[in-house]
């Protein structure tokens, strides 16, 4: 059973950056396609932005451009770089398998306000 722990949340100015982090314990997810969601207020949990088992990605219209996710399988672990940060991207992040198959995690707080 994989667990996924998020990190890498805060609060940020508009158009700062934040770099958001995925650890996975008690399994690889090494063989999975992974993403990184959100949800905001209100709203349903979207998918941002995916990674496949090669390394291609893919994004929202609403991130392309400005976000960038990244996969180390060594270290079992995903990333989220977010730059030119918007107050519509405030939500909590998440990260699972792409569809979503894996027991979710708490999430990481992103807050995009002056």
């Known amino acids: 059973q994989v667990q996924l722990v998020e990190s890498g949340g805060g609060l940020v100015q508009p158009g700062g950056s934040l770099r958001l982090s995925c650890a996975a314990s008690?399994?690889?997810?090494?063989?999975?396609?992974m993403g990184w969601y959100r949800q905001a207020p209100g709203k349903q949990r979207e998918l941002v932005a995916g990674?496949?088992?090669?390394?291609?990605?893919n994004y929202a219209d609403s991130v392309k451009g400005r976000f960038t996710i990244s996969r180390d399988p060594a270290m079992n672990a995903l990333y989220l770089q977010m730059n030119s940060l918007k107050p519509v991207d405030t939500a909590v992040y998440y990260c699972?398998?792409?569809?979503?198959?894996?027991?979710w995690g708490q999430g990481t707080q992103v807050t995009v306000s002056s």
């Open positions: 008690g399994s690889s997810f090494s063989g999975y396609a």
């Open positions: 990674v496949t088992r090669r390394g291609n990605t």
């Open positions: 699972n398998s792409d569809p979503p198959r894996l027991v």
